[in-house]
């Protein structure tokens, strides 16, 4: 603890944002740095407490608190303080393969579990490390650092988000020569054809991939597993395998008229617009400009699309949720030091607010059906309100009488959650399914074994959708297990099929 009184001295603050009427006119990141005095000041606010929850990462009664990848938090909220920011960012490097990704778009559970918090804003946690890493790559600090020996062992990696770029990385350094399979034109998973630009600019994935390049990780991109090369040609080539191929099958909205036209999945929209953007953002083939949009899905892709359809220049923009806004406070049963389950005026609600002078967000709704055009172009739709009531001891979901609504749409984007991992690949290795279609492994929890022999399985393919943040701690975990399975096992204990 570098500074005794800082959290008595000191308010939070936190990376500033841009002014939501100017951001929605470009697609660039929407935070801004701090000055670096105000980092060590905030730094300073850290009370270094006795049990540090912001560190723990563990899961409870279907919460959780602390960070997933237990960065040492106080521990570089001192180096930072002190201004030593190279060592604050070698003890980072220790837990985090990617703070730069971490830092702008985790929900950041440490602060919700940082001690200051009981009776105070926490610590600036997730700002402090992100710049942490920023200066590192400034100062050149981050750098290619290939392994001195190579084991001569082969891994390939299905899949290129968070979950397998953390395991490749981590077995690159331990030697074995791995080679990322990745179907999409670029590597980063849901980082790169997921998360908006204004949340994560794409040069910032390319930075890192740069250095995992160079550091010796080959990435084959354009190859579907099961498709353009087979379970069986992989064996050949390789010793050990991972699955990282995340949880993308997307939940449909059971709706009548749901085939009608200007019905998209928020996935498809999102990845277009993306896309579009490295050529130029009017070629989307999905499109906002000057439409009504709803957003059917009260979640964070939802507010993606909120916040996408805004840069499109949208008519207006609505989305509809099933659930009841979030409390102002914790209620009695999400006490700290779990996540905060409570109301947050996400970025692109900002925007809205700012430039419609309406949050998008719609509560207790259900889409009933569309009604299209003669030529099949959706129109309108209809909602009934919804409510949960207590029955026989549950809480369920009713229709409210009377509470039908007509809504003017031209695009809607279906942004209800997903149903699981795609299956094909699965089916391809043979893989063993949970009861909710995840891939199954020994014991849950600590172990990443598959039911088939030298095949690992990590990030949302085995946990469902999650945070990046517990994709990178999967694939590190992975990536260890994987390790010892490879030096423990002379003679692998599969040969070509
Ligand atoms: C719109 C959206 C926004 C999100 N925003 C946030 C956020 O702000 N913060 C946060 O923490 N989390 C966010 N998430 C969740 C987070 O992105 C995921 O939890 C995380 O990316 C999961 O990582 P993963 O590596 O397991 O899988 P993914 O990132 O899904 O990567 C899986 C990869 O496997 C590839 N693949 C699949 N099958 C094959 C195959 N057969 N052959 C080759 N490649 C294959 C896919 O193309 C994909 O690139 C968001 C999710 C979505 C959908
Ligand atoms: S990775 Fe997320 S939980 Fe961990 S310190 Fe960073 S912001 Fe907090």
Known sequence: MGYLTGFMDYNRKDNQTRDPIERIRDWEEYSIRME????????ARCMDCATPFC??????DQSYLGCPVN???PEWNELV????????LERLEETNNFPEFTGRVCPAPCEGSCTLAINDDPVAIKSIENEIIERGFENGWVEANPPAHRTGKKVAVIGSGPAGLAAADQLNHHGHEVTVYERDDRPGGLLMYGIPNMKLEKETIERRLNVLKEEGIQFECNV???VDITEAELRKQHDAIIVCTGAQAPRDVPADNRESKGIHFAMDYLKESTKALETDPDTASIHARGKNVIVIGGGD???DCVATALRQECKRVVQFGKHPASPEDRTDDNPWPLFPMTFKLDYGYEESLKAYDEDPRKYEILTQSFDTDPNGNVVSLKTIGVEKVEEDGKLVTVEIDDSEQEWEVDLVLVAIGFTGPEKEVLDHFGLKLDERGRVWTVDGTEDYSTNQDAVFAAGDARRGQSLVVWAIREGREVAEQCHKYLVDEKETSFQAI
Do not use: L, P, Y
């Not at 670096?36 to 730094?43: S, V």
């Not at 303080?81 to 604050?88: I, L, Y």
């Open 71 to 73: 960065n040492f938090i």
């Open 36 to 43: 670096e005095d105000e980092f060590k000041r905030q730094g």
């Open 81 to 88: 303080s002190d201004g030593d920011w190279k060592h604050a």
């Open 224 to 226: 579907e597993v099961g």
């Open 301 to 303: 892709t939802g507010a």
């Open 55 to 60: 560190h723990t990462g563990i899961e409870f």
